[in-house]
C-alpha cells in the first residue's frame, strides 16, 4: 500500500475513533442517569416510571431490576466500545509507524 492510501486509512482511523469516543461519552452519560436514578429510587417508598408522557406508579422492585439491567446493557455497551477504540488506535499507530518509515526512506 503507497503512503498516500496509508494517510487516508490513518484520517478514516481517526475519524472511527472519534465517532466511538462520541458514542461511549453518551452510552456514559446514560449510565451515569441510571446510577443516579438507582440511588435515588432506594431513598424513597414510592416510585414512577415514565411511560410516553405520562408518569405511571410503579413497583419499586421491578423498577430497581429494570433499571440494573439497563446498567448492565450500557456497561456492555461501553466496555465494547473501549475495545474497538483500542483496536483502531493500535491500527493507527502501527499504519503511523509505517508511513513515518517510508517518508523517512523517501528523503
Do not use: C, H, P, W
Not at 22 to 29: G, I, N, R, T, Y
Not at 42 to 63: E, P, Q, R
Request: aromatic share 4%.
Amino acid at each position: 500500500m503507497n503512503t498516500d492510501k496509508k494517510l487516508k486509512e490513518l484520517q478514516l482511523l481517526e475519524q472511527n475513533s472519534q465517532q466511538y469516543v462520541m458514542q461511549k461519552q453518551q452510552f456514559q452519560a446514560q449510565f451515569i442517569e441510571i446510577e443516579s436514578a438507582i440511588n435515588e429510587l432506594k431513598k424513597t417508598d414510592t416510585s414512577y416510571k415514565i411511560v410516553g408522557n405520562i408518569m405511571v406508579k410503579a413497583d419499586k422492585k421491578d423498577l430497581e431490576k429494570d433499571l440494573k439491567e439497563k446498567l448492565k446493557m450500557f456497561d456492555i455497551r461501553i466496555k465494547s466500545l473501549e475495545k474497538q477504540e483500542e483496536k483502531i488506535k493500535d491500527k493507527a499507530k502501527e499504519l503511523q509507524k509505517e508511513v513515518l518509515s517510508e517518508m523517512k526512506n523517501d528523503k
